[in-house]
Nanobody, 121 residues
Framework: QVQLVDSGGGSVQAGGSLTLSCATS????????MGWFRQAPGKEREWVAT????????FNSDFVKGRFAISRDSDKKTLHLQMDNLKPEDTATYYC??????????????YGQGTQVTVSA
């Protein structure tokens, strides 16, 4: 059973920063790709970023545009998503995810409970 525990959401003003965290097991942290998705009210879930087991990271270039960063805490088996220069359009519920295989978007089959991010203008 893959367990993902999201935390770190909150409310900030535009231009502010938040760091989301995703705690998981050692097996998931070391053997599966992990990532973040988000879903805004009335919209479909969209992919934000993927962290591969080899250390590489990819981001959704449509909206991240250098504002987000991913870091891994190996001691705590936690993945962090640092979000800077937040915009109102970043408002959404953010979900940590874990996947396998080639780690395409469709290969993510496990999700955390989600953490709410609200950015006010």
């Amino acid at each position: 059973q893959v367990q993902l525990v999201d935390s770190g959401g909150g409310s900030v003003q535009a231009g502010g920063s938040l760091t989301l965290s995703c705690a998981t097991s050692e097996y998931t942290f070391t053997r599966r790709c992990m990532g973040w998705f988000r879903q805004a009210p009335g919209k479909e879930r969209e992919w934000v970023a993927t962290a591969y087991t080899n250390g590489s990271v990819t981001f959704n270039s449509d909206f991240v545009k250098g504002r987000f960063a991913i870091s891994r805490d190996s001691d705590k088996k936690t993945l962090h998503l640092q979000m800077d220069n937040l915009k109102p359009e970043d408002t959404a519920t953010y979900y940590c995810a874990a996947g396998g295989g080639p780690c395409r978007i469709v290969d993510f089959g496990y999700y955390g409970q989600g953490t709410q991010v609200t950015v006010s203008a």
